[in-house]
């Protein structure tokens, strides 16, 4: 028996990119949300250079003032959405992990249900053409 889900869709604008998981919005009433991208994790501050390229290609994706659809999949204790945010029906989290800037979750891909597999897939071609985070990689 599939279970039945609720979809809560968020309409807004986006106000900034705090990182490359991390999305400011302003939703359709006027509210500020930080929405963090489920179902992939992004290079923390840590590795430099891929932090970096991870953020710039989120800025590029999502620059101010763009109009988003984010399916919202949980609210954390902190208050922070976790969501897909889409822009023109496309998944900014899915094109994120094509173009190796991320990696998927495994603790929360279940969150992506109706995608999981297109976020197996794109991870495993952006390992094999070594795209991204991926370049330096032996894994």
Not at 122 to 137: C, F, M, T
């Amino acid at each position: 028996m599939m279970e039945l889900l609720q979809l809560i869709l968020v309409l807004g604008t986006v106000v900034g990119v705090a990182d490359g998981n991390t999305v400011l919005v302003k939703d359709n009433a006027g509210q500020a949300i930080t929405v963090k991208l489920a179902c992939i994790n992004s290079p923390k501050a840590t590795s430099q250079a891929s932090a970096l390229a991870a953020t710039q290609r989120l800025k590029q994706l999502l620059p101010s003032k763009s109009r988003v659809v984010i399916r919202s999949t949980e609210q954390l204790n902190n208050g922070r959405t976790v969501g897909e945010v889409f822009v023109d029906n496309r998944s900014v989290n899915l094109r994120l992990v094509e173009e190796g800037n991320a990696v998927i979750d495994q603790e929360t891909l279940y969150n992506c249900y109706e995608t999981k597999t297109q976020f197996l897939i794109a991870e495993a071609n952006a390992k094999n053409k070594r795209l991204g985070l991926w370049q330096q990689s032996n894994r």
